[in-house]
């Protein structure tokens, strides 16, 4: 069986090498390979903070550093990656969002952040996957790996989005040297570039490290191309060639 699914990969790869990128901007970047040991200003270790199907951005910093913390200590804070991804669709960019339980107080650390059941939000985010990418070139290769994500039933947001990032580190080939923090981090005392509130959809922090290369997207020919999309976009699109736009 793994064996069939290599080999269909290959199939997949093979066919996309013929796809009409003369359609699309003739700026591309040729992809540069980089080691895991990379990153900004030499340091060797970088914070992140919990995502949901995170972008190209987050996932960089994952397969560029020696080390990713994946903050679990942090307070939630709504309208960011922490429960909210990016697809490019036929009508442009589409935010999906986890609905998550109340908590009491103004304030509810990341790991007690528990996902809610409201309005079937796992039926129509996987419909807007499926909509979104039906069509791109590697979509239904690897739709079986992503479907449980949308079948299944986690308790707690930070657990489901350590699942979703291992699935997308296994299926990109990233092999990040990747841990999770047991009390709030001081990016300073460990030494550490911190990204945790930096990579945000709305008004990102500067990042001199951070260029988002041009790939071939689905939609390209209608919305123009989509930078930063949710790390799904590149897989979907790029399949085994995604790892090299990291």
């Not at 945000?200 to 209608?222: G, I, M, N, S």
Request: net charge negative; glycine share 4%; with cysteine.
């Amino acid at each position: 069986m793994e064996q069939a699914k290599e080999e269909q990969i290959v199939g997949l790869y093979v066919q996309s090498l013929t796809r009409p990128f003369r359609q699309m901007s003739t700026n591309i970047e040729q992809p540069t390979p980089h080691t895991a040991a990379e990153g900004h200003d030499g340091a060797a270790t970088c914070l992140l903070s919990s995502a949901y199907f995170p972008p190209v951005q987050w996932m960089q910093k994952l397969h560029r550093y020696g080390h990713a913390i994946v903050e679990r200590c942090d307070n939630f804070t709504k309208q960011t990656y922490r429960n909210r991804c990016l697809i490019a669709t036929a009508n442009g960019v589409q935010p999906l969002t986890v609905p998550i339980e109340r908590y009491d107080g103004a304030k509810c650390p990341m790991r007690d952040i528990r996902i809610s059941d409201h309005g079937e939000w796992r039926h129509l985010h996987w419909n807007a996957i499926v909509s979104a990418y039906g069509e791109s070139p590697f979509f239904m290769y690897y739709a079986d790996d992503l479907r449980p994500f949308f079948e299944r039933r986690w308790e707690y947001l930070f657990d489901f989005n350590m699942e979703i990032t291992a699935k997308l580190c296994e299926l990109l080939d990233v092999r990040p040297n990747i841990s999770v923090s047991d009390e709030y981090m001081d990016a300073a005392a460990v030494g550490a570039d911190d990204f945790r509130d930096a990579i945000r959809p709305k008004h990102p922090l500067p990042d001199a490290a951070f260029t988002p290369r041009e790939y071939y997207q689905v939609h390209a020919l209608r919305q123009g191309f989509q930078p930063n999309m949710s790390a799904l976009d590149l897989l979907c699109n790029e399949g085994p060639e995604g790892i090299f736009y990291l």
